[in-house]
Protein backbone atom coordinates (compact mmCIF):
# COMPACT_ATOMS: atom_id res chain seq x y z
CA UNK A 1 0.00 0.00 0.00
CA UNK A 2 1.63 3.82 -1.08
CA UNK A 3 1.96 6.08 2.09
CA UNK A 4 -1.24 7.98 0.38
CA UNK A 5 -2.74 4.76 0.72
CA UNK A 6 -1.96 4.59 4.24
CA UNK A 7 -2.93 7.76 5.07
CA UNK A 8 -6.69 7.65 3.57
CA UNK A 9 -6.93 4.12 5.32
CA UNK A 10 -6.19 5.90 9.05
CA UNK A 11 -8.45 9.07 8.08
CA UNK A 12 -11.28 6.34 7.19
CA UNK A 13 -10.67 4.20 10.77
CA UNK A 14 -10.01 8.21 12.56
CA UNK A 15 -13.71 9.02 10.84
CA UNK A 16 -15.44 5.65 12.25
CA UNK A 17 -14.31 5.88 15.67
CA UNK A 18 -14.54 9.18 16.35
CA UNK A 19 -18.99 9.33 16.85
CA UNK A 20 -17.42 6.79 19.95
CA UNK A 21 -15.51 9.57 21.11
CA UNK A 22 -17.64 12.31 21.00
CA UNK A 23 -21.15 11.14 22.03
CA UNK A 24 -20.81 11.59 25.91
CA UNK A 25 -24.22 10.17 26.62
CA UNK A 26 -23.68 6.63 24.36
CA UNK A 27 -24.00 3.76 26.81
CA UNK A 28 -21.45 0.55 26.41
CA UNK A 29 -23.28 -2.26 25.37
CA UNK A 30 -20.98 -4.25 27.88
CA UNK A 31 -21.39 -2.45 30.64
CA UNK A 32 -24.49 -0.54 30.79
CA UNK A 33 -22.51 2.36 31.72
CA UNK A 34 -22.07 6.19 29.59
CA UNK A 35 -19.61 8.17 27.75
CA UNK A 36 -19.08 10.87 30.20
CA UNK A 37 -15.59 13.79 29.95
CA UNK A 38 -13.63 12.98 32.67
CA UNK A 39 -10.44 14.31 34.18
CA UNK A 40 -7.82 14.06 36.96
CA UNK A 41 -5.28 15.56 38.33
CA UNK A 42 -3.23 15.69 41.27
CA UNK A 43 -0.89 18.12 42.84
CA UNK A 44 1.93 17.96 45.91
CA UNK A 45 0.65 20.70 48.59
CA UNK A 46 3.26 20.15 51.42
CA UNK A 47 4.42 23.27 53.16
CA UNK A 48 8.24 23.54 52.52
CA UNK A 49 8.72 25.96 55.40
CA UNK A 50 8.16 25.15 59.01
CA UNK A 51 4.65 26.41 59.80
CA UNK A 52 2.49 25.97 62.93
CA UNK A 53 0.05 22.53 62.66
CA UNK A 54 -3.44 21.93 62.91
CA UNK A 55 -5.20 20.41 66.22
CA UNK A 56 -3.73 19.40 69.52
CA UNK A 57 -3.59 23.11 71.30
CA UNK A 58 -0.30 21.71 73.10
CA UNK A 59 1.06 22.18 70.28
CA UNK A 60 2.35 25.54 70.20
CA UNK A 61 5.76 25.51 68.21
CA UNK A 62 6.21 25.13 64.42
CA UNK A 63 6.55 21.61 62.03
CA UNK A 64 10.41 20.36 62.49
CA UNK A 65 10.24 18.68 59.24
CA UNK A 66 8.41 16.49 56.39
CA UNK A 67 7.36 12.95 56.96
CA UNK A 68 5.19 12.75 54.66
CA UNK A 69 3.51 14.43 51.59
CA UNK A 70 0.49 16.59 51.12
CA UNK A 71 -1.75 15.74 48.02
CA UNK A 72 -4.46 17.96 46.48
CA UNK A 73 -6.61 15.46 43.68
CA UNK A 74 -9.71 17.01 41.43
CA UNK A 75 -11.83 15.19 39.67
CA UNK A 76 -13.99 16.94 37.21
CA UNK A 77 -16.80 15.03 35.70
CA UNK A 78 -19.01 16.59 32.77
CA UNK A 79 -18.79 18.85 29.72
CA UNK A 80 -19.30 22.81 30.31
CA UNK A 81 -23.13 22.64 28.72
CA UNK A 82 -25.99 22.54 30.42
CA UNK A 83 -25.62 22.65 34.33
CA UNK A 84 -21.73 22.26 33.79
CA UNK A 85 -19.40 20.24 35.22
CA UNK A 86 -19.02 18.52 38.78
CA UNK A 87 -15.60 18.87 40.68
CA UNK A 88 -14.57 17.00 43.70
CA UNK A 89 -11.77 18.25 45.41
CA UNK A 90 -9.93 16.10 47.91
CA UNK A 91 -6.98 18.08 50.23
CA UNK A 92 -4.66 16.78 52.60
CA UNK A 93 -5.41 19.36 54.65
CA UNK A 94 -7.03 19.87 58.30
CA UNK A 95 -9.46 22.73 57.93
CA UNK A 96 -9.27 25.37 54.78
CA UNK A 97 -11.12 28.30 55.76
CA UNK A 98 -14.29 29.19 53.78
CA UNK A 99 -13.12 32.10 52.11
CA UNK A 100 -10.22 29.80 50.52
CA UNK A 101 -12.60 27.64 48.95
CA UNK A 102 -14.63 30.54 48.02
CA UNK A 103 -11.45 32.28 46.40
CA UNK A 104 -11.09 29.05 44.26
CA UNK A 105 -14.32 28.79 43.29
CA UNK A 106 -14.39 32.14 41.98
CA UNK A 107 -11.36 32.08 40.05
CA UNK A 108 -12.56 28.67 38.07
CA UNK A 109 -15.83 30.61 37.54
CA UNK A 110 -14.12 33.08 35.66
CA UNK A 111 -13.53 30.52 32.31
CA UNK A 112 -15.92 27.26 33.39
CA UNK A 113 -19.69 27.21 34.16
CA UNK A 114 -18.75 25.81 37.67
CA UNK A 115 -21.96 26.43 40.33
CA UNK A 116 -21.27 25.83 43.93
CA UNK A 117 -23.48 22.87 44.50
CA UNK A 118 -20.83 21.48 41.67
CA UNK A 119 -17.78 22.02 43.56
CA UNK A 120 -16.74 19.84 46.69
CA UNK A 121 -13.61 20.34 48.41
CA UNK A 122 -13.31 17.63 50.79
CA UNK A 123 -10.22 17.62 53.52
CA UNK A 124 -8.71 14.63 54.77
CA UNK A 125 -8.75 16.48 58.16
CA UNK A 126 -5.42 15.52 58.56
CA UNK A 127 -3.89 16.83 62.15
CA UNK A 128 -0.58 16.35 60.87
CA UNK A 129 -1.02 19.44 58.31
CA UNK A 130 -0.52 23.25 58.32
CA UNK A 131 -2.85 25.04 60.49
CA UNK A 132 -4.63 27.55 57.99
CA UNK A 133 -7.44 28.74 60.81
CA UNK A 134 -5.08 29.63 63.13
CA UNK A 135 -6.21 31.47 66.00
CA UNK A 136 -5.47 35.18 66.59
CA UNK A 137 -2.71 34.45 69.12
CA UNK A 138 -0.34 32.63 66.26
CA UNK A 139 1.79 36.66 65.21
CA UNK A 140 4.56 37.58 63.69
CA UNK A 141 6.70 35.46 61.47
CA UNK A 142 4.70 32.64 62.36
CA UNK A 143 1.49 33.60 61.29
CA UNK A 144 3.45 35.06 58.36
CA UNK A 145 4.19 31.66 57.09
CA UNK A 146 0.53 30.21 57.15
CA UNK A 147 -0.24 33.16 55.38
CA UNK A 148 1.95 32.87 52.22
CA UNK A 149 0.68 29.35 52.82
CA UNK A 150 -2.51 29.72 51.74
CA UNK A 151 -1.98 32.13 49.45
CA UNK A 152 0.88 29.08 47.55
CA UNK A 153 -2.54 27.10 48.41
CA UNK A 154 -4.77 28.69 46.56
CA UNK A 155 -2.72 28.90 43.67
CA UNK A 156 -1.90 25.04 43.85
CA UNK A 157 -5.89 24.18 44.25
CA UNK A 158 -6.82 26.04 41.26
CA UNK A 159 -3.93 24.42 39.50
CA UNK A 160 -5.36 21.24 39.85
CA UNK A 161 -9.16 21.88 39.30
CA UNK A 162 -8.22 23.42 35.86
CA UNK A 163 -5.58 20.92 35.18
CA UNK A 164 -8.63 18.57 35.46
CA UNK A 165 -11.06 20.32 33.90
CA UNK A 166 -8.55 20.31 30.77
CA UNK A 167 -7.78 16.56 31.06
CA UNK A 168 -11.24 15.60 30.19
CA UNK A 169 -11.75 13.15 28.03
CA UNK A 170 -14.35 10.18 27.50
CA UNK A 171 -14.75 7.91 30.26
CA UNK A 172 -16.78 5.59 32.52
CA UNK A 173 -17.54 5.19 36.33
CA UNK A 174 -18.27 2.36 38.20
CA UNK A 175 -18.27 2.20 41.61
CA UNK A 176 -19.05 -1.00 44.67
CA UNK A 177 -18.65 -1.34 48.07
CA UNK A 178 -15.92 -3.11 50.69
CA UNK A 179 -14.70 -2.39 54.67
CA UNK A 180 -11.41 -2.07 56.24
CA UNK A 181 -11.37 -2.46 60.22
CA UNK A 182 -8.96 0.46 61.55
CA UNK A 183 -11.14 3.05 62.66
CA UNK A 184 -12.16 2.56 66.34
CA UNK A 185 -15.21 4.27 68.15
CA UNK A 186 -13.18 6.90 70.63
CA UNK A 187 -15.87 7.81 73.47
CA UNK A 188 -14.93 6.17 76.89
CA UNK A 189 -18.24 6.10 78.73
CA UNK A 190 -18.72 5.74 82.27
CA UNK A 191 -22.43 4.47 83.64
CA UNK A 192 -23.50 5.93 80.42
CA UNK A 193 -21.55 9.45 80.11
CA UNK A 194 -18.38 10.52 78.29
CA UNK A 195 -15.05 9.56 80.50
CA UNK A 196 -12.63 10.30 78.26
CA UNK A 197 -10.82 8.97 74.70
CA UNK A 198 -9.96 5.67 74.26
CA UNK A 199 -10.94 2.53 71.62
CA UNK A 200 -14.23 0.88 72.13
CA UNK A 201 -14.36 -1.74 70.48
CA UNK A 202 -18.15 -2.54 70.94
CA UNK A 203 -19.09 1.69 70.28
CA UNK A 204 -20.52 2.73 67.01
CA UNK A 205 -18.39 3.13 63.78
CA UNK A 206 -18.85 3.22 60.16
CA UNK A 207 -16.37 0.23 58.28
CA UNK A 208 -17.47 0.46 54.94
CA UNK A 209 -15.40 1.26 51.95
CA UNK A 210 -17.39 2.65 49.15
CA UNK A 211 -15.07 2.68 45.96
CA UNK A 212 -15.49 4.88 42.96
CA UNK A 213 -13.73 3.84 39.86
CA UNK A 214 -13.12 6.00 36.54
CA UNK A 215 -11.86 4.14 33.26
CA UNK A 216 -11.38 5.95 29.83
CA UNK A 217 -12.29 4.61 26.65
CA UNK A 218 -8.67 3.14 26.12
CA UNK A 219 -9.32 0.57 29.36
CA UNK A 220 -7.17 2.70 31.28
CA UNK A 221 -7.61 3.13 35.03
CA UNK A 222 -7.36 7.10 35.56
CA UNK A 223 -8.69 7.02 39.08
CA UNK A 224 -10.07 5.68 42.39
CA UNK A 225 -11.82 7.62 44.89
CA UNK A 226 -12.38 5.80 48.41
CA UNK A 227 -14.21 6.62 51.44
CA UNK A 228 -13.57 5.80 55.08
CA UNK A 229 -14.98 7.17 58.05
CA UNK A 230 -12.39 7.96 60.68
CA UNK A 231 -10.19 10.56 61.93
CA UNK A 232 -6.72 11.22 60.24
CA UNK A 233 -5.22 11.20 63.67
CA UNK A 234 -3.03 8.13 64.00
CA UNK A 235 -0.04 10.12 64.80
CA UNK A 236 -0.38 11.85 67.83
CA UNK A 237 -0.21 15.76 69.13
CA UNK A 238 3.74 14.82 70.23
CA UNK A 239 4.14 14.41 66.63
CA UNK A 240 5.74 17.79 65.42
CA UNK A 241 6.36 16.52 61.37
CA UNK A 242 4.25 16.99 58.46
CA UNK A 243 2.33 14.16 57.55
CA UNK A 244 -0.76 13.31 55.83
CA UNK A 245 -1.50 10.32 58.12
CA UNK A 246 -3.33 7.32 56.81
CA UNK A 247 -4.85 9.44 54.14
CA UNK A 248 -1.91 9.93 52.37
CA UNK A 249 -0.26 6.14 52.62
CA UNK A 250 -3.25 4.61 51.03
CA UNK A 251 -2.95 7.10 48.59
CA UNK A 252 0.38 6.20 47.78
CA UNK A 253 -0.33 2.29 48.18
CA UNK A 254 -2.81 2.32 45.55
CA UNK A 255 -1.20 4.44 43.16
CA UNK A 256 1.93 2.03 43.98
CA UNK A 257 -0.33 -1.22 42.74
CA UNK A 258 -2.19 0.72 39.60
CA UNK A 259 0.56 2.86 38.31
CA UNK A 260 -0.88 5.99 36.34
CA UNK A 261 -3.91 5.42 38.60
CA UNK A 262 -4.35 8.93 41.05
CA UNK A 263 -6.18 7.83 44.26
CA UNK A 264 -8.25 10.03 46.29
CA UNK A 265 -9.74 9.28 49.85
CA UNK A 266 -12.62 11.46 51.27
CA UNK A 267 -13.50 11.22 55.01
CA UNK A 268 -17.03 10.08 56.22
CA UNK A 269 -18.81 10.61 59.39
CA UNK A 270 -15.72 9.49 61.54
CA UNK A 271 -15.84 12.38 63.88
CA UNK A 272 -15.91 9.87 67.17
CA UNK A 273 -13.67 7.22 65.58
CA UNK A 274 -9.53 7.37 65.62
CA UNK A 275 -7.47 4.83 63.59
CA UNK A 276 -6.81 2.24 65.90
CA UNK A 277 -3.63 1.06 66.63
CA UNK A 278 -2.18 4.76 66.48
CA UNK A 279 1.28 6.55 67.27
CA UNK A 280 3.54 5.88 64.43
CA UNK A 281 4.05 6.88 60.93
CA UNK A 282 4.78 2.88 60.84
CA UNK A 283 0.90 2.08 62.09
CA UNK A 284 -0.08 5.56 59.23
CA UNK A 285 1.43 3.24 56.60
CA UNK A 286 -0.19 0.03 58.36
CA UNK A 287 -3.73 1.32 58.18
CA UNK A 288 -3.15 2.81 54.38
CA UNK A 289 -2.11 -0.56 53.36
CA UNK A 290 -5.32 -2.40 54.48
CA UNK A 291 -7.22 -0.12 52.62
CA UNK A 292 -5.28 -0.51 49.45
CA UNK A 293 -4.97 -4.30 50.26
CA UNK A 294 -9.08 -3.32 49.63
CA UNK A 295 -9.27 -1.90 46.62
CA UNK A 296 -7.28 -4.56 44.91
CA UNK A 297 -9.84 -6.93 46.35
CA UNK A 298 -12.86 -4.89 44.93
CA UNK A 299 -10.94 -3.80 41.89
CA UNK A 300 -10.70 -7.47 41.17
CA UNK A 301 -14.67 -8.15 41.32
CA UNK A 302 -17.43 -6.87 39.94
CA UNK A 303 -18.28 -3.10 40.05
CA UNK A 304 -21.68 -1.75 39.29
CA UNK A 305 -21.99 1.09 36.16
CA UNK A 306 -22.64 4.06 37.38
CA UNK A 307 -24.54 7.31 35.23
CA UNK A 308 -22.40 10.29 34.31
CA UNK A 309 -25.61 12.48 34.32
CA UNK A 310 -25.26 14.14 38.04
CA UNK A 311 -28.18 15.68 39.54
CA UNK A 312 -26.69 18.40 42.31
CA UNK A 313 -28.61 20.01 45.48
CA UNK A 314 -27.47 21.93 48.07
CA UNK A 315 -28.94 22.83 51.06
CA UNK A 316 -27.87 25.36 54.27
CA UNK A 317 -29.16 25.54 57.55
CA UNK A 318 -29.31 28.73 59.38
CA UNK A 319 -28.61 27.86 63.26
CA UNK A 320 -28.74 31.34 64.88
CA UNK A 321 -27.45 31.42 68.14
CA UNK A 322 -29.65 31.85 71.24
CA UNK A 323 -29.51 34.83 74.04
CA UNK A 324 -26.27 34.08 76.12
CA UNK A 325 -26.86 32.59 80.07
CA UNK A 326 -25.51 35.19 82.89
CA UNK A 327 -22.11 35.82 83.18
CA UNK A 328 -21.30 33.62 85.78
CA UNK A 329 -22.73 29.90 83.98
CA UNK A 330 -20.67 31.35 80.71
CA UNK A 331 -17.54 31.05 82.92
CA UNK A 332 -18.77 27.99 84.48
CA UNK A 333 -19.42 26.35 81.13
CA UNK A 334 -15.87 27.95 79.83
CA UNK A 335 -13.86 25.58 81.80
CA UNK A 336 -15.06 22.62 80.11
CA UNK A 337 -15.63 23.75 76.36
CA UNK A 338 -12.97 25.93 74.12
CA UNK A 339 -16.33 26.63 72.25
CA UNK A 340 -17.57 28.70 74.68
CA UNK A 341 -14.19 30.42 75.59
CA UNK A 342 -14.05 31.41 72.17
CA UNK A 343 -17.50 33.10 72.68
CA UNK A 344 -16.91 34.86 76.15
CA UNK A 345 -13.47 36.30 74.50
CA UNK A 346 -16.08 37.85 71.51
CA UNK A 347 -18.43 39.13 74.09
CA UNK A 348 -15.54 40.92 75.50
CA UNK A 349 -14.64 42.55 72.53
CA UNK A 350 -17.93 43.78 72.42
CA UNK A 351 -17.90 41.25 68.84
CA UNK A 352 -21.62 40.03 67.83
CA UNK A 353 -21.84 36.46 66.86
CA UNK A 354 -24.02 35.81 63.69
CA UNK A 355 -25.99 32.86 63.13
CA UNK A 356 -24.20 29.52 62.21
CA UNK A 357 -24.53 27.20 59.09
CA UNK A 358 -24.11 23.83 58.49
CA UNK A 359 -24.13 22.90 54.51
CA UNK A 360 -25.53 19.64 53.08
CA UNK A 361 -25.20 18.83 49.10
CA UNK A 362 -26.20 16.02 47.46
CA UNK A 363 -24.98 14.40 44.12
CA UNK A 364 -27.37 11.91 42.46
CA UNK A 365 -25.82 9.80 39.47
CA UNK A 366 -28.81 8.91 37.64
CA UNK A 367 -30.40 6.05 40.11
CA UNK A 368 -27.10 4.68 40.30
CA UNK A 369 -25.41 6.01 43.62
CA UNK A 370 -26.29 8.86 45.86
CA UNK A 371 -23.43 11.27 47.37
CA UNK A 372 -23.75 13.33 50.41
CA UNK A 373 -21.77 16.26 51.53
CA UNK A 374 -21.84 17.68 54.78
CA UNK A 375 -19.69 19.98 56.15
CA UNK A 376 -18.30 19.99 59.43
CA UNK A 377 -16.76 16.96 61.57
CA UNK A 378 -20.50 15.06 61.73
CA UNK A 379 -20.54 11.78 64.40
CA UNK A 380 -21.09 8.67 62.65
CA UNK A 381 -24.84 8.14 63.83
CA UNK A 382 -25.52 10.15 61.12
CA UNK A 383 -24.20 8.08 58.50
CA UNK A 384 -25.95 4.94 60.32
CA UNK A 385 -29.59 6.61 60.20
CA UNK A 386 -28.88 7.67 56.85
CA UNK A 387 -28.11 3.77 56.01
CA UNK A 388 -31.06 2.97 57.45
CA UNK A 389 -33.90 5.49 56.20
CA UNK A 390 -31.83 5.24 52.79
CA UNK A 391 -30.98 2.31 50.00
CA UNK A 392 -27.13 2.00 51.49
CA UNK A 393 -26.55 -0.18 48.99
CA UNK A 394 -26.92 2.72 46.94
CA UNK A 395 -25.51 6.13 49.26
CA UNK A 396 -21.82 7.45 49.91
CA UNK A 397 -21.98 9.56 52.90
CA UNK A 398 -18.66 12.40 52.79
CA UNK A 399 -18.32 14.81 55.89
CA UNK A 400 -15.42 17.06 56.19
CA UNK A 401 -16.64 19.34 53.03
CA UNK A 402 -16.85 22.62 52.56
CA UNK A 403 -16.31 24.72 55.45
CA UNK A 404 -15.09 22.65 59.08
CA UNK A 405 -15.95 24.82 62.18
CA UNK A 406 -17.15 22.32 64.89
CA UNK A 407 -19.04 19.12 65.69
CA UNK A 408 -22.47 17.90 64.63
CA UNK A 409 -23.51 15.70 66.97
CA UNK A 410 -26.33 13.48 67.69
CA UNK A 411 -29.36 12.83 70.53
CA UNK A 412 -26.85 9.70 71.39
CA UNK A 413 -24.29 12.07 72.29
CA UNK A 414 -26.12 15.35 73.67
CA UNK A 415 -27.01 12.45 76.50
CA UNK A 416 -23.81 11.53 76.72
CA UNK A 417 -21.88 14.81 77.12
CA UNK A 418 -18.05 14.90 76.55
CA UNK A 419 -15.64 16.06 74.34
CA UNK A 420 -17.19 16.63 70.56
CA UNK A 421 -20.50 17.88 72.85
CA UNK A 422 -18.51 20.93 73.93
CA UNK A 423 -17.27 21.57 71.16
CA UNK A 424 -19.86 21.46 68.90
CA UNK A 425 -21.84 23.79 66.36
CA UNK A 426 -25.04 23.04 68.97
CA UNK A 427 -22.72 23.74 72.15
CA UNK A 428 -21.80 27.41 70.34
CA UNK A 429 -25.27 28.58 69.16
CA UNK A 430 -26.50 28.01 72.51
CA UNK A 431 -23.78 29.00 74.34
CA UNK A 432 -22.90 25.72 76.40
CA UNK A 433 -26.06 24.48 76.32
CA UNK A 434 -26.68 22.28 73.60
CA UNK A 435 -29.95 19.95 75.34
CA UNK A 436 -31.71 23.83 74.37
CA UNK A 437 -31.27 23.05 70.24
CA UNK A 438 -34.47 22.53 69.22
CA UNK A 439 -35.73 21.12 66.74
CA UNK A 440 -32.43 19.29 67.50
CA UNK A 441 -29.62 18.88 64.69
CA UNK A 442 -30.09 15.22 63.94
CA UNK A 443 -33.87 15.66 62.60
CA UNK A 444 -33.31 18.84 61.01
CA UNK A 445 -30.43 16.95 59.07
CA UNK A 446 -32.33 14.06 58.03
CA UNK A 447 -34.93 15.93 57.33
CA UNK A 448 -33.85 18.15 54.22
CA UNK A 449 -32.15 15.10 53.01
CA UNK A 450 -35.51 13.29 52.71
CA UNK A 451 -36.31 16.85 50.29
CA UNK A 452 -33.00 16.70 48.56
CA UNK A 453 -32.79 12.45 47.78
CA UNK A 454 -34.81 11.31 45.33
CA UNK A 455 -37.80 8.85 46.69
CA UNK A 456 -36.50 6.31 45.16
CA UNK A 457 -33.12 6.18 46.92
CA UNK A 458 -35.26 5.96 50.19
CA UNK A 459 -34.95 2.56 51.66
CA UNK A 460 -38.41 1.28 51.79
CA UNK A 461 -38.49 1.92 48.28
CA UNK A 462 -35.47 0.13 47.32
CA UNK A 463 -37.34 -2.98 47.48
CA UNK A 464 -39.41 -2.13 44.34
CA UNK A 465 -36.44 -1.42 42.24
Known sequence: ???????????????IATPLVLDWGRPLAATGAEWVPIGVAKVDITPETPVRMYGYAAR???SEGIAGRLYAAALAIGDDRGDGPSVLLTVDCGAIPRELTEAVLQRIQSTHP??????????????AGPNLRWPSGIEGQQRERLVQYAATLTDRLEQVVREALDA???????????????????????????AGFGAVPEGAVDHSLPLLCVTNAAGDRMAVVVNYACHATTLRGNFRQIHGDWVTCAQEAIEADFPGTIAMVTIGCGADADPYPHGTVELCEQHGRAVADEVQRLLDGPLRPVSGAISARKTTLEIPFQAPPSDEELQELAKTSYAVKRLMGQRERSEQPESRTF???????GDDLAMVFFSDEVVVDYALRLKREFDADRLWVTAYAGNVSGYIVSERL???????????????????RPQLLRPAMEDRVLQALHALLPKTFRADDATTR
Request: proline residues 2%.
Open 1 to 15: MTRTGMRCWICLVVL
Open 60 to 62: TTE
Open 114 to 127: LKPERFQLCHSHTH
Open 168 to 194: RQPARLAWTQGSVGFAANRRVLKDGKW
Open 359 to 365: DITTWTF
Open 414 to 432: LAEGGYEVNNSLSHVVTYG
